[in-house]
Each structure stands twice: as C-alpha cells, then as structure tokens.
C-alpha cells in the first residue's frame, strides 16, 4: 500500500538520538537549545521556542499575545488545532471563507468580519502554499491587527523570497511525523518580538523564569537551584531526543522539499490532461511552496477514493471544515466557497521518499478512474 505520508528518516537521526541518550542529559537541554538557535538562523528570525506540539505552539501564541475574549479571523480550512488553540484562552473564532483554488483564507473578505473586538487574524498556509500575506499584512496594519502564522504546512516554504513563519508577529510550527521536518513529535514558536519571546520560554515550563538547562549551564560555580515561577504556565516544552532528531532534519529539509516539489510537478504534468480534475495553484507570491500535500479537486471525490484503495493507493481528506463540527457552528462567518469545494478535495501521496514510479503509478490510477467514469 502506497501511503498518503511517509517519514523520511535514516541513520543520521539514529545516531543523534543514540548521541543525547549516552551524554546523560535527554530532557530540556543543549540540544533544545541549539535546535531553536538553528532554526531561528534558518527563518531569519530573532527567536524561536521549541515545544512539544504545534497545538502546544499555537495555544502559547494566543496567550503570549493576549488574545484572551478578542475576536481572531481564521480559516476553517484547516486542522482543529489552530482553533481549538483560541478557545484554550477564550478567544472567539470568527470563520472567514476561503480561496477555491489555493484553500487559504481569502483576504478580500477578512474586512468585513473586523469588528471593534477584533485582535488578531490566524494565517493557515494551507498545503504549504503561502496565503496572500501582502493583502493580509495591508489589513492588519491599516486595522492594527497582530498576524499569527499556522505553519503545520509550511516548513521551509517562502513568500516572496522571505521563510514563512517570519513575515507576521508570530509563527507556529509543527514538527508531527509526518510533517515536511519530522521529529515524531514537536513544534515551535517564532518572533522578533524579545517581550513575547521571553514569556513564551516562561508559559513552555509552568511559568518558572528559569529553566533546569539554564540553572545548570547559567552559573559557573555549578548547578544554581533558585527560580521564580511569574504566572500560570504549561507543561510543553520540547526535549533534546526531539531536538536532537530536529537539527538532523532541519539540515534535510530544502532538499526533502525540493523532492516534494519535483513529485508535484510531476503529478501536475500527469493530470494535466484530465478536465476532471483541479491541481494544486502556485500564485507569483509563492515564490517556493513547502509542497506540505497533494490535494486535488474532483467531483468524484468518494469514487475515486474507493477506486485508489482497491489498487493499493492510500489517500485522505484536509480537512473537513472546522465550522462544520458541532462545537464550532454558533461561531460568526460564512463560508460559502469552503462548504462546497471541501466536498471534493482529495489529498493523495506525497513524502520525499515517494518514487516516481510509485508517483506514477498514482497519477495513472487517476487518470485510468476518471476517464472510465
């Protein structure tokens, strides 16, 4: 069965991890540490907090900004997470619509739902493919809106040459297995903000002021016991197993995205024929697409699952609208254009280590169920 995502790891990572469990320090340490200062270097940002989720970094970021009973604008295209993370501070979501062919919050009508209560506007950059963040940030400045970045998707991609996750007040990462930089588990908040930052490294660790790293490392006459603990914080921060695995990824991850973009114009070129079917939209200000997924539009869309199933293809859906679950339908925002495309959405294999004969294998599946139907 070929799988809808893969990890793609090897030895390097073995040994890494292999390397942290012998030093005799695998918790929050120098590893974590690095990883941050790495990835900080990679984005083009100032800081960077590792924690242990991308929902873990997306609830810190609404509490480190604030967001407590303010209005955010976001999209319902996406994985609950990034809204679930608002209701964890009791923010209240306001549901904007979407774009038909990118999927991303579409920024023509993020106006109108700004009300006087309105703090914030939650950017998923769906599939990878970076939203319109000149129009977003236009918005924000002009209704003095703060920009936070779902970047679950997005690892390594760009707008207009500048690394998402570093263009709005704050980015969120995931690191889950099967995202563009896997750790197993993982994520991370970015800023240039030193106030955010600082009480993003308090909410990661219960709300003490020092980290168990820094009390061992910060003191040259040994381990300095004494902390404070400043307000109510979290248990999630990231450890230097995570970490460890991190750094290896991070130094693969333009050219694992550099595969997904080859398989992706590979499939394009397959299915280019077939009027049945819509492939992923890469606009002038996606400058380099972390090509997170393959999603396809089709009006068969159960048919063609099934039909991929019984040769051996797996294949999945992102996302079933958030305000189409129970608990989020007495929120405002109609979305019109994500209640019908979502219907046809189809996302089918893509990780680095995919073949292009297993790629093909694929597209001509496709392409054999469409046209006999």
């Known amino acids: ?18 390397a942290v469990l012998r030093s005799g320090w695998i918790g929050l340490g120098p590893r974590t540490k690095e990883f941050e200062e790495r990835f900080a270097d990679y984005l083009g940002v100032r800081y960077a907090v590792a924690v242990n989720s991308a929902t873990a970094a997306l609830h810190l970021a609404a509490k480190a900004l604030n967001l407590e009973g303010a209005e955010v604008v976001t999209t319902p295209m996406t994985f609950v997470s ?19 062919d990118t999927l991303n919050l579409d920024a023509a009508k993020i106006e109108a739902l700004v009300t006087s209560r309105t703090k914030a506007v939650m950017v998923v ?60 588990d993982g994520g991370m908040v970015t800023t240039n903000d030193e106030a955010v930052y600082r009480r993003l490294m308090k909410l990661r660790w ?19 016991w004494y902390y404070n603990v400043e307000e109510l914080g979290y248990k999630c921060h990231m450890n230097d197993i995570t970490a460890a695995i991190g750094l290896v990824q ?27 079917v819509e492939t992923p939209v890469r606009r002038d200000y996606m400058t380099m697409p972390a090509s997170h997924n393959y999603v396809i539009r089709c009006s068969d869309r159960d048919g063609l699952h099934e039909a991929l199933k019984a040769k051996g293809i797996s294949t999945g859906v992102h996302y079933i609208p958030n305000n189409h679950y129970e608990m989020y339908r007495k929120f405002r925002g109609a979305t019109p254009v994500c209640d019908a495309v979502w219907k046809r959405l189809l996302t089918l294999p893509l990780f680095p280590d ?11 599946a496709v392409v054999a169920h469409l046209r006999a139907h």
């Open 1 to 18: 069965m070929i799988p809808v995502f893969r990890p793609s790891m090897g030895d390097e990572e073995c040994d890494a991890v292999s």
């Open 82 to 100: 990034t809204n679930h993370a608002l209701l964890y501070v009791g923010a209240e979501p306001v549901f904007c619509d979407i774009e038909p």
């Open 125 to 184: 950059h769906y599939g990878g493919y970076a939203a319109d963040m000149d129009r977003i940030l236009d918005i924000a400045r002009r209704r003095k809106l703060l920009v936070i970045e779902d970047c679950a998707h997005a690892c390594g991609g760009e707008h207009r040459g500048r690394k998402l996750g570093a263009i709005g007040d704050i980015g969120c990462f995931s690191f889950h297995a099967v995202k563009n930089l896997a750790t197993g």
């Open 206 to 224: 219960l709300g003490i002021t020092k980290d168990t790293w820094s009390r061992e490392s910060g003191d040259s006459h040994g381990y300095s």
């Open 250 to 276: 991070l130094a693969k991850l333009d050219a694992a995205n550099a595969r997904r973009r080859a398989l992706t114009e590979r499939y394009n070129r397959a299915l280019a024929g077939l009027s049945e």
């Open 354 to 364: 995919l073949s292009d004969e297993e790629a093909d294998r694929v597209a001509a």
